[in-house]
C-alpha cells in the first residue's frame, strides 16, 4: 500500500458542510528546510568572520617584535604571499633559518 507524499487537510466550506481537501506538498518542507540552511550560513558566515579575526590578532601578536612591523602593509602582504607559495620548509630554507632555529 503506498501512502501519499504529502499532507491533506480538509477544511469546511461554510454553510453548505462540504468538505474541500488541500494539498501540501513535500515542496513546503523544502522551503522551509531552505530558509533554515540559510539561516544557519549566515550564522556559519558571522563565525567565520569572528575566527578571522582572532586569528589576524594571533598572527599580529607573533609578529610584534620582530622588526616587520616596520615594513608597509602592501610589501607586508606581497612577503606572505611569496612565503606561504614557497612552503615552511622551502621559505625557511631560502632565508637561510634552520629549522632547530626556528622552533624556539
Known amino acids: 500500500m503506498r501512502f501519499p507524499t504529502g ?9 453548505g458542510r462540504s468538505l474541500k481537501t488541500v494539498h501540501m506538498t513535500r515542496k513546503t518542507g523544502a522551503i522551509a528546510a531552505l530558509k ?46 611569496a612565503l606561504g607559495k614557497m612552503g615552511e620548509e622551502q621559505a625557511l630554507e631560502q632565508l637561510g633559518i ?3 632555529l626556528a622552533t624556539k
Request: with cysteine; charged share 30%.
Open 7 to 15: 499532507i491533506f487537510l480538509c477544511q469546511h466550506s461554510g454553510a
Open 36 to 81: 533554515k540552511l540559510e539561516a544557519d550560513r549566515e550564522k556559519l558566515n558571522q563565525r567565520q568572520r569572528e575566527l578571522e579575526t582572532k586569528a589576524a590578532t594571533e598572527l599580529g601578536r607573533v609578529l610584534l617584535g620582530t622588526g616587520v612591523e616596520s615594513f608597509g602593509a602592501k610589501h607586508l602582504k606581497q612577503i606572505g604571499l
Open 98 to 100: 634552520s629549522n632547530h
